[in-house]
């Protein structure tokens, strides 16, 4: 039978307004979008989806079958799974971590006097993390501990025979616990080669020790890589506070030049979030007809600026090509990960101009201006003024800006919580542990991650976060997901009235916070980690990470990255579930391990639940067994024989 052509109604592939109304013009123009691709490429390729396809050499590629076991190298599908697995972590590794090297070497140029608009803006942030990192003598001007520190930063990508420095940033019985399994990853730079040699033709082929080493990559990362970008991003551009902003399509202005920036290297977008506010920029704007520059983010350079500058938020990975169809789009600029190759063409139906601007991404179509940082506030005016030149070109009748767009508040950084809930005076996270042992709080939940056409944009997503605020898990998110709860208005403090249980609203109410707090970009994965460690320094809630009522979820993926973030995650002792499974299901070997053996190695595991009120239903039950080995359910004639079962289960855990 003939495959039915008609699209899918743009209802079944979004969930909120803006992009339903968007999608539905892209279909009337025949826009080709990511929506309309993931149908033409519904019939994948199983070998790649179960992770049993190798084409690492040229004897190959093997493909695994029950006639056909082993690949001509003789390889079984357990190494050849796991081989591919650790090279997906190595991808997210190295994207995150390339990221936070630019940082690092962008720190140092500015202490050494570099010019172009940088500053060190957030003193006391440089001063605590080179502490923290060892750097001495902290007396001295802020310019020379910042090259120290930048020195031991850069030392944490080329360490060859050290453990990384922020291996010492987690819980000591979590430490414990990867030098006991011989996973301390040394330098990031090392990790990823390593891994790459490891997983080429004729090297690791027992796929315990391969995902051993995927899970250490991946540590490179949490405690690495994304923990450098997000300590550098706070020294160069200032901790996130608790700040207002709009998100979702309707932030575009209709007599405003609109400008969006997508990536994720917060380099630039900082400064054209300074930039646009320059008053030369405003004059130039209303010269050309405008009221002003709309300056939006799209993706986790979003998530940046808008935690920092309060700047809107037009939408997550899933509406960068939507952004364009509303007609309304001046310039797109865009860096580096998650920016679509389809961006220019579609741009092309418009007087949109698509501007690429890191070194190492170009894409066909797109104009390349690459970003010189000496220049970096002049080359992002020059960028701006580029985008006024363009709004003379906007037509009106191709034009279409959804009304839809819903308050939030981003910028909940450590530091922030901590103010949050204690005061200036008494900044910590002692009533966060003492709501969640006196029960008001049942556990956390950090939910991360992006959206996938696979499924319909958000849904899993919003209906998992609504499930689990209703259960009084209070919910800590990051990138796309966090965009998703935006537009579902969750991120406002005014979401504990209407949507959560009622321990968890007394609590926000008392305090003012959402019941959802946004905690970033992805590198900002790493702050979830840091305030699982506050919640084990505070005390009362275990003494390490596997203990805590918390848990991970990826409800909805499709990076690298979000593969890398799972594992670092899970080898930190926090569960992950999953929304969908990994490309692993060719080996029963490395599904075991990663989704019940890993409990063994790491006090964690992955949990997949396609159904988001099921998944919901088992982060539930993870931070219920996690509540139960504490003795803090409310069951109190278990309390004392769990407490006695938890000094047991944490000698066992400290391995
Ligand atoms: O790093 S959540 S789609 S934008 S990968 Fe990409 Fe996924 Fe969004 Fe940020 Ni993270
Ligand atoms: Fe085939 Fe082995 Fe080469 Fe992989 S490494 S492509 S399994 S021969």
Sequence with gaps: MAKDKTPKPPELRVLDPASVEILKKAQDEGRNTVFDRMDTQSVQCKFGSQGSCCRICHMGPCRITAKTPLGVCGADVHTIVARNYLREVVGGAAAHSDHARGLVLLLKKVARGLEGGYAIRDENALRRNAAAYGVEDLDRPKEEI???LADRMLEEFTSQEEPLKGLGLAPVNRQGVWRKQGIEPLGIDRMVVESMHRSTMGVDHDHVHILQQA?????ADGWGGSRVASIISDILFGTPQPVRG?????VLGENTVNIVVHGHEPILSEMLAIAVRDEEI????????????TLAGICCTANEILMRHGIAVAGNFLQQELAL???AVEMMVVDVQCCMPSLPEVAAAYHTEVVSTSEIA????????????????EDAKTLIRRAIDNYKNRDRGKMAIPDHK???????????????LGGAFRASFRPLNDAIMQGRIRGVAGIVGCSNPKTQMDSYTTALTRELLKHNVLVLKTGCAAIASGKAGLLIPEAAFSEVGQGLREVCEAVGMPPVLHMGSCVDNSRILEAATEMVLEGGLGEDLSEIPAVGVAPVWMSEKAITIGCYFVTSGIDVVLGHPFHIEGSDKVTEFLNEGAREHYGASFHIQPDPIA?????????????????INKKSERKLVDMKDRREVHVEADL
């Design 406 to 420: 819903r308050p939030v508040v981003g910028g909940f950084s450590v530091d922030a919580i901590k103010y949050m």
């Design 215 to 219: 899970m250490r990559t991946a540590l």
């Design 362 to 377: 170009q894409t066909t179509g797109a104009v390349h201006m690459p970003f010189d940082e000496e220049r970096a506030y």
């Design 282 to 293: 405003e004059t130039a704007a209303v010269q050309a007809g405008a009221d002003g520059v």
């Design 325 to 327: 169809i509303t007609g």
């Design 146 to 148: 910042a090259i120290d």
């Design 246 to 250: 709009d998100v979702n399509l309707g």
């Design 615 to 631: 998944g919901a239903a088992k982060v539930l039950d993870l931070i219920d067994g996690r509540r139960d080995r504490l003795g």
